[in-house]
């Protein structure tokens, strides 16, 4: 159907969607009666876009146009969590981003590029779109964070961003152009060819192609907030509108990691190469544990001291991006590492963008939550919002009975299962865990047990956040009473992209490889 | 929707569902309802169960047809071939517990509407009363032992609640905690206990698994010959034991319950009577199949429940507290299911668990009749309302009591023809006939059997002399007490009046063979214990039970039924004249301070147990933590992590301000450092 271009279904819904409120907005005398239908149009764009994505779970991969891109059920899984990511943004702004004075056409249409780019990264198969939906993405978000027009420090934060940004696209432009001098090519199946022929025989310029292959994942670990590369994140993450953050963390991260295990698994070698071409990092698990440690090292450190919530929860989402990093690094050693990875996501997805929510929904009526002493004594008034912070925080300290415990478990016991170096990286995953659910507690608290401010509740709640924080709540604690279906999807997803990368049989060290192609 | 509720693999998750959404209804919104309200609803749920768990029982499960029903694995590690497995499994042990647990609870909380009726928090009682319904019925109708731990574990909590209910009075709290901490020695040895089994068979479901069809059922029957680490079993029984122990109060750990009497007399007669504390008897009962395969644990049982009836029954001699004669009684008569166990008479055990689940109840609920008519006047908690040497004579002003009273005693007491007789007699006759075919002169069998008929010889003393003083006689209390006792509403009564139908009727299931060749209890529980049983015949072992009798046999019951019957009725008729008479008091006292001084007081402080266990675990175990109050709290914890803590916070927030400068410079600086540090990683490093 469509000559193939069906596959671009999920997108082009998006962007639809995008055209329709952008013309809406346009010929519309009376914004506020339009409010409304822009915000249909949105969610029905990304329900739509949710449901294009039917085709792709239990079904082969497909791989038209020059095989620019490959739909297969891992990307599936991570468009399907990039897409409630979104969606929970839009229900959680319906009031909000007019409360801060921002227009909400522009707010949805911004979105809507991002998610589509977003959706775009899952997907791509060689060097170009990659790029391209990279760039897409980029510069949604870069607009989303200084979306705010009133506040300074939503454009500071912004103008930071981009400019390292830049710094970060620079690395990857590099990085990819000299992995195409070394080989020629731009599919990732083909580099992932070329490139393993030349470690199993190094001309020299295997050196180029590892400073290549590094200089991506530099800008990779740039957008998942990696420490040396995370100093954006607290000035973004807090300039940003609370809404657009928890976005930003959820799935900004899903995307990057997303690509990052398809080039892992399809385009880059490991090192040794004569285990079988599964994909890994395995020449970079040294720099990935660096990167990994301190992370979680920093950023669960780091947060304890914070006491703006929203620079708390961006420190703490660079230590979950620590956490994810342990799943990449420990992956060419364990069996089921990205699947972990995967599931992460999606809890993560959850708990993170609820408890940005929570903080829309707390500061209702008012006052924004900036300090973590403006929710003192909230669950009283609002015993929704001490309830529901409650879960989300235990989910994001990894309390059983919540998706992120069942989360960090996979990805702990990976590492575990991985042995050696990986293990002392879970065990300093396991006690950051313990320092970082410190400051996680503290919130939890502080909205229990200090007294509460005499700040008069007023303002009514619209019915879209309570969606979104319903939603949140109910998929948090059944990822953790009930993980095993979504565990198994990431599974059969992961299994799915290595099946369909090239596969080597029975090659010895040293010696040219046969290679052998899997449908 | 229709056919959904009519499937009963769906209909038994309503029976301790039913109890669970009325504590939840109870607990959350309980301060808008009204005594009517609060107890209409949590009688409801537990009637409720009772309906679909008999209709379970008659549809299925009475016709041999057992019910698993739909279920969930949580936790499921692939790996290790672990799975939670969360089902329900009906079969006839499982629904008897079941009928038991709902019935006798739906007459105790009908009971406990005009008990507690006057109490201000009746809402938060009938909210933990239907908890402890649902995480009872969890605990029998678990198909695994994790689900059976979850309700041991949620029993323990509620009898913890319940115990310090009225939690204002610094003595019922403390029972409260101590029911809670003795309770987590047992639950230790418990755990110990599931380890071990998990690490020998691989499962802990009895039926269904995902990983090990058939669960232990199976799994046990396919290695019952020689397959099996004896050893092993040996000691994961002994384990078991340990938590059966703690939850049934057995030596050493029976301490907790007679203190359990500072909680609401229903609450005695529910949990620790009726249910909760038979929970270790069930649990032996449910794994008989693996308990067959562990002789040496099960002579423990059988010497620690012997030891236990003897021991409790003699301090029950001389207690003043109407109460606490019940709960000592309750002790002596786990014993006695104890000892059945041990001597591989599974059906007699559970038999005696049926019939002393409703005498033993009717005694509570009579003794809360009394001290309820009694309280009207004394005001609430007034230890006067329970001593006994202050009361005599209610007879008059409470006849009904009085009458379902006398019956329980003697249900108690073993009197033939009460359901007592039928269970306790068939116990003694078991360890006859178990001394007989061991032969060789004195052996366990015959030391069980002597141990148990003075055991029954305490009871019958005890029963009758309790029914004495508080019926019979003078009045010795307060006047004003006497004059304004009345006998209890018609909610009271009304249960009462069923128990006391049921404490005579129950015993008729289960007919002595000497007498009749009827015993429809047997029959129905036969299928349960069938497969321990072919593996003991297998073995021509002596703890085999044997459906046929010989002449000797029947001869040998008779000799047994006699001997029992003659003790019964002899110290009964003993105890009662003394106690019935106006003098009974005032002879026990010159007892107490004559010759006899020594040993009486010795049964009245109750052997010094618990100031044995002060002085032996609680004084070290106090002055060890005050060491380590200091080592771990002053020094560790205080000035290491807390201090060393807030000083890492303050270096972090240096560090980060330091780094965190705003400046994008700065930033830039960082990114290109770490990329130039991580290539070089890259090339060199891997």
Known sequence: MFWGYDIFLPVVWLLLAAGIILLIDLFSDEPDKVQMPLFFTAIGGALLSFVSLNPYWNAPPVQPHFNAVQVDQFSAYLMAAILVGTAISMFASLSYVRRIGVSLADFLITLLLAASGMLLLTVSNDLIMLFLSIELLSFSVYVLTGLNSRSSRSAEGAMKYFIMGGLATGFMVMGMGAIYAVTGEVGLREIGRRLFALFAQPDGSEIMAVLGMGAVLISFAFKVGAVPFHSWVPDAYEGAPTTVTGFMAVAVKAAAFGALIRLAIVAFPDNAGVQGFTGDFGWASWALWALSAMSMVLGNWFAISQRNVKRMLAYSSIAHSGYLLMGIASAGASTEAYAAILFYLLAYTLMTSGAFAMLVYASSGGKDIESVDDLRGLAWKKPAVGIGMAIFMFSLAGIPLTGGFMGKYFLFSQAIDAGGRFMWLAILGICTSIVGSFYYLRVVAVTYFREPDDRPIHGRDDWGIKFALSLTVLGTVYLGISPTWAYNAAREGVAQLQQSAVVVVEAPRKAPPALVEKP | ?686
């Open chain 2, 1 to 686: 929707m229709d056919n959904l509720f009519k499937n009963p693999e769906v209909l038994l998750w309503l029976v301790p569902l039913l109890p669970l959404l009325g504590s939840a209804t109870n607990g959350l919104f309980g301060k808008r309802f009204n005594i009517a309200s609060s107890g209409a609803i949590a009688c409801g749920a537990v009637v409720g169960a009772f309906i679909i768990a008999l209709s379970l029982f008659i549809s299925r499960v009475s016709q041999g047809i057992t019910i698993q029903s739909i279920g969930y694995n949580w936790m499921v590690v692939q790996e290790a071939g672990f799975a939670v497995s969360f089902r329900l499994y009906a079969d006839q042990l499982s629904m008897l517990m079941t009928l038991i647990i709902t019935g006798v609870g739906s007459l105790i909380h009908i009971y406990s509407v005009g008990y507690m009726g006057h109490d201000e928090g009746f809402a938060r009682y009938f909210s933990y009363l239907n908890l402890f319904c649902f995480a009872m019925l969890m605990l029998v109708l678990g198909d695994s032992l994790v689900t059976l731990f979850l309700g041991w574990e949620g029993v323990g909590l509620c009898s913890y609640l319940l115990i310090g209910f009225w939690f204002k009075e610094r003595k019922n709290s403390d029972a409260g905690k101590k029911a809670f901490i003795v309770n987590r020695i047992g639950d230790f040895g418990f755990m110990l206990g599931m380890f071990l089994i998990f690490w020998h068979f691989g499962t802990l479901s009895y039926m269904d698994d995902p990983f090990v069809p058939g669960g232990l059922y199976r799994i046990v029957a396919e290695n019952s010959h020689g397959h099996m680490d004896l050893n092993l079993i040996n000691w994961a029984c002994v384990c078991l034991f340990i938590g059966a122990c703690g939850k049934s109060a057995q030596i050493p750990l029976y301490v907790w319950l007679p203190d359990a009497m500072a909680g609401p007399t229903p609450v005695s007669a529910l949990i620790h009577a009726a249910t909760m504390v038979t929970a270790g008897v069930y649990m032996i009962a449910r794994l008989n199949f693996i308990w067959v395969h562990a002789e040496a644990a099960l002579q423990l049982v059988a010497i620690v429940g012997a030891a236990t009836a003897l021991f409790a029954g003699t301090i029950g001699l001389v207690q003043r507290d109407i109460k606490k004669v019940l709960a000592y009684s309750t002790v002596s008569q786990l014993g006695f299911m104890f000892m059945a166990l041990g001597l591989g008479n599974y059906p007699v055990a559970v038999f005696h668990l049926f019939t002393h689940a409703f005498f033993k109840a009717l005694l509570f609920l009579g003794a809360g009749s009394v001290i309820h008519s009694l309280e009207h006047t004394l005001g609430h908690g007034n230890p006067d309302s329970q001593d006994l040497f202050k009361m005599g004579g209610l007879k008059k002003k409470l006849p009904v009591t009085c009458m379902v009273m006398i019956v329980g005693s003697c249900g108690l007491a073993g009197i033939p023809l009460f359901s007592g007789f039928f269970s306790k007699d068939a116990i003694l006759y078991t360890a006859f006939e178990l001394g007989s075919a061991m032969g060789g002169g004195i052996n366990l069998g015959y030391i069980v059997w002597a141990m148990g008929v003075a055991a029954a010889v305490c009871t019958a003393f005890y029963s009758f002399r309790l029914i004495g003083l508080c019926f019979f006689g003078k009045w010795r209390g307060a006047d004003a007490a006497y004059a304004h006792a009345e006998e209890s509403p018609r909610s009271m009564t009304l249960p009462l009046a069923i128990l006391a139908l049921a404490a005579i009727g129950a015993g008729y299931l289960w007919m002595p063979a000497a007498w009749l060749n009827y015993a429809p209890f047997s029959d129905y529980l036969a299928p349960v214990f069938a497969a321990g049983q072919e593996h003991l015949h297998h073995n021509h072992s002596v703890f085999a039970l044997h459906a046929e009798h010989s002449a000797d046999s029947i001869a040998r019951e008779w000799v047994n039924m006699i001997i029992s019957s003659v003790v019964a009725i002899g110290v009964s008729f003993f105890a009662f004249s003394i106690y019935s008479s106006p003098k009974g008091v005032a002879r026990e006292q010159a007892l107490a301070s004559g010759k006899m001084g020594a040993p009486y007081r010795l049964l009245l402080n109750k052997y010094y147990i618990d100031e044995l266990y002060q002085i032996l675990f609680v004084r070290p175990i106090q002055i060890l933590s005050d060491v380590a109050f200091v080592m771990i709290d002053v020094i560790f914890i205080d000035l290491i992590l807390v201090n060393g803590s807030a000083m890492a916070v303050a270096t972090g927030s240096r560090i980060a301000r330091r780094v965190q400068t705003g400046v994008v410079r700065h930033y830039l600086y960082a990114f290109a450092a770490g990329a130039a540090i991580l290539l070089a990683l890259f090339l060199f490093v891997r």
